[in-house]
């Protein structure tokens, strides 16, 4: 099975801080995603990448920014958290180019305050 | 751009009832559908999907049927149980907005079964 690990599963961090989620896949999936989950809105993509070291802004990129230095792991690096950053952040994978499933993490629930 | 429409929530039902979750789209070519569900606590799994008009998605005794006509893709169960309680999310991937890696949601449509 794959499986798609977040660091975290709650964190709380105080505003101003630089804020560092992780996540880790194990089946060699070129395709990394990051995603926030907010009541009503649905998923709404912030970064993804589609090999290492490369990157391409989401929908919503401002505030965060990524890291894909080895396949397995993409960071998700929030610069200094505001309040408006609490949300969850759900991780996600996926083999190739063409519409395959996306396997997701368990998600960080963050709260800045 | 690509969007997705899902039927507001939440929806509560008893056991044994037939669920409708209604999805409709608009995308810029011929995109892949998805449903995708996540339990409490949990990321999100699929659930099932259709990659061409008129197919039909199935599993654990869901189903949706891809309708072109009327862009939808609506998530069905003759018969929900307690244990099918979580949010649904209906997705697409359209390869002709150059994005096929990437998905599109719907908002989210929170289901309760009362036993």
């Known amino acids: 099975d794959v499986k798609v690990t977040q660091s975290s599963r709650y964190l709380v961090k105080r505003t101003g801080e630089k804020v560092f989620l992780e996540c880790v896949q194990d089946m060699d999936h070129e395709n990394m995603f990051w995603y926030r989950q907010d009541p009503g809105l649905g998923l709404r993509l912030i970064y993804f990448?589609?090999?290492?070291?490369?990157?391409e802004k989401g929908d919503i990129p401002e505030g965060y920014s990524v890291s894909r230095e080895k396949k397995e792991r993409f960071s998700l690096i929030l610069e200094s958290a505001s309040t408006n950053q609490t949300s969850m952040y759900l991780c996600?994978?996926?083999?190739?180019?063409?519409?395959?499933?996306?396997?997701f993490g368990p998600g960080t629930r963050l709260t800045v305050t | 751009g690509d969007s997705v429409t899902q039927m507001e929530g939440p929806v509560t039902l008893s056991e044994e009832a037939f669920l409708t979750i209604n999805c409709t789209y608009t995308?810029?070519?011929?995109?892949?559908l998805f449903w995708y569900v996540q339990y409490p606590g949990e990321g999100l799994q699929l659930l099932l999907k259709?990659?061409?008009?008129?197919d039909k998605g199935s599993n654990k005794g869901f189903e949706a049927t891809y309708r072109k006509e009327t862009t939808s893709f609506h998530l069905e169960k003759g018969s929900v149980q307690v244990s099918d309680s979580a949010v649904y999310f209906c997705?697409?991937?359209?390869?002709?907005?150059?994005?096929?890696?990437?998905?599109?949601f719907g908002s989210g449509t929170q289901l309760t079964v009362l036993p």
């Open positions: 995308a810029t070519g011929y995109p892949s």
């Open positions: 997705a697409l991937s359209d390869p002709a907005s150059g994005s096929a890696r990437q998905l599109t």
């Open positions: 996600a994978s996926k083999y190739g180019s063409s519409s395959y499933e996306q396997y």
């Open positions: 990448s589609y090999d290492v070291k490369m990157k």
């Open positions: 259709a990659t061409k008009a008129d």
